[in-house]
C-alpha cells in the first residue's frame, strides 16, 4: 500500500517562497502521475497541479508561472516550489496519486504579513 507524507509548510509573508515535499513509500512511485490539491479555509478541497509520470505538468491557472511541480524518482519525492506567493494560497496542501484516493496527511500554508 502506497503512503504518502507532505512537508514543508510554513508562515510565509506575501511574496516569499516555500517548497513542499511529498514522500511516497510502499508503490513504485516511478509509474505514477501525481497531483498537488490544497483545501483553504471553509473551502472545498481543489486540484492545484500534475505531473505525469513521463514529467509533463499542468497548473491550475492561478498558480501558472508562480509554481513548479517536480519529481525525483530516486527519491521517491514529488515537490511543489511556490514562489511569489500571495494570502489567497493559504491552505492545507496534499499530494495525491493520480486518480487513487491514497492522499497525504497535508501540510499548512499560511501566506500573511
Known amino acids: 500500500q502506497v503512503q504518502l507524507v507532505e512537508s514543508g509548510g510554513g508562515l510565509v509573508q506575501p511574496g516569499g517562497s516555500l517548497r513542499l515535499s511529498c514522500a511516497a513509500s510502499?508503490?513504485?512511485?516511478?509509474?505514477?502521475?501525481m497531483d498537488w490539491f490544497r483545501q483553504a479555509p471553509g473551502k472545498q478541497r481543489a486540484w492545484v497541479a500534475r505531473?505525469?509520470?513521463?514529467?509533463?505538468?499542468a497548473y491550475i491557472s492561478s498558480v501558472k508561472d508562480r509554481f513548479t511541480i517536480s519529481r525525483d524518482n530516486a527519491k521517491n519525492t514529488l515537490y511543489l516550489q511556490m514562489n511569489n506567493l500571495e494570502p489567497e494560497d493559504t491552505a492545507v496542501y496534499y499530494c495525491r496519486v493520480f486518480g487513487t484516493a491514497i492522499w497525504g496527511q497535508g501540510t499548512q500554508v499560511n501566506v500573511s504579513s
Open positions: 505531473i505525469e509520470n513521463d514529467g509533463v505538468t
Open positions: 510502499g508503490g513504485i512511485f516511478s509509474s505514477y502521475a
